[in-house]
């Protein structure tokens, strides 16, 4: 089995800043992407960033330029350092994982989500 365990979620005045972890512990054999989704209240799920196993950080256009995600690959842990936060980043912070077995099959696995909320 395979966790993955949330942390740095908190309440953050509009323009502030914030670092979300994400530590993955459990039968661990090869983690490829890592990545955060986000979900407001009454709206889908969505992509924030991914992370390939090489390092090579993907955000999402509307992030861009203020989110940062990166990896710790001994520790197994990925983070997202968010700056300048807005209102329309609160949210709950999910975070997943893609690892593949000793099989080769590829199982991707969810964290229980951390919230950010952005007050003005």
């Known amino acids: 089995q395979v966790q993955l365990v949330e942390s740095g979620g908190g309440l953050v005045q509009a323009g502030g800043s914030l670092t979300l972890s994400c530590a993955v512990s459990?039968?661990?054999?090869?983690?490829?992407?890592m990545g955060w989704y986000r979900q407001a209240p009454g709206k889908e799920r969505e992509l924030v960033a991914t992370?390939?196993?090489?390092?090579?950080?993907n955000p999402a256009d509307s992030v861009k330029s203020r989110f940062t995600i990166s990896r710790d690959n001994a520790k197994n842990t990925v983070y997202l350092q968010m700056n300048n936060l807005q209102l329309e980043d609160a949210g709950v912070y999910y975070c997943?994982?893609?690892?593949?077995?000793?099989?080769?099959?590829?199982?991707?696995?969810w964290g229980q989500g951390t919230q950010v909320t952005v007050s003005s």
């Open positions: 459990g039968t661990i054999f090869r983690i490829n992407t």
């Open positions: 992370i390939t196993g090489g390092g090579v950080g």
């Open positions: 997943t994982v893609r690892q593949v077995d000793t099989m080769w099959r590829e199982h991707e696995y």
